[in-house]
DNA sequence: TTCCATGCAAATCGTTTGCATAAAC
DNA sequence: GTTTATGCAAACGATTTGCATGGAA
């Protein structure tokens, strides 16, 4: 990550701030209340180059774009299937053994961001159909 | 799942005898080889209409176009978040466990369709950078 | 003053949809 | 005959890219 910039401050910051697992969109949106001339390749741009740096984390899913989380404590999640949304829960799925386990089975060495399970939510379970 | 159809059939049969997890792409070109006139978007609807009917799974990624695997014994993937592709592997995550403190902690209700972890693979590990 | 980041618009990728035709039941 | 599936092409949502300009080191 090389020059500072307003707006990459400002993304980081909408991130890190954010409980919600929000998309590119949703950032933007956020970013654009307070720099209201930013514009969607400066975001998506940025946020790649967070990823890549790993301030923030990026979870793709089954249903709906992609969404980022702050690099925090590690989680795990639990994404509807229905709405797309993230939801966080904890579970110690004993990393170290995992890892080597799968290294030796499948010759991919994991990177522990934490495990994404789906399902479907609550609210989404009322709604019939 | 309603009318028979000679496409859905040769879908069937191209995700069920590929054990490399294939991309709508990849299943639509070895479709067309046996059946020259389809479209893609017969082999979009269909791979659709056979996820919604339990019939094969759909893998969403980090990178690249979704995938999909027939539907077999339960088993985990390890995705490459470079070049894509998918291995599977085998360890016990104790699903019923799990749903269990999912339900607790979230809401949501997991379905039992195998876990997905993201690391990098060995051939892409070798390509330095 | 060189490099990196931005904004804009156009392009791209993967996928979905509307519509007329054709096949299944 | 009525429904359901197809092929085509156009539309779509999410994301990426090329290019000229502006800001950072």
Known sequence: MKN????????????QESYD?????????????KDPD??????????GVLVENNLINK???LV???RYDAVREKHNHAICTKC???FDFKYDFEYEKLKKMILK????????????LE??????KKLKN
């Open 4 to 15: 500072y910039s307003r707006q990459r401050e400002e993304i980081i910051k909408t991130v």
């Open 64 to 66: 709906g774009p992609d």
């Open 21 to 33: 697992h929000p998309t590119a969109e949703e950032i933007y949106l956020s970013v654009k209340t």
């Open 105 to 116: 089975q499948t010759g991919v060495e994991i990177s522990e961001k934490g495990i994404a």
């Open 38 to 47: 930013v514009s969607r390749s400066t975001v998506y741009r940025n946020l």
């Open 84 to 86: 797309g949304k993230v």
């Open 119 to 124: 399902g479907i939510c609550n609210s989404c």
């Open 59 to 61: 979870i793709s899913m």
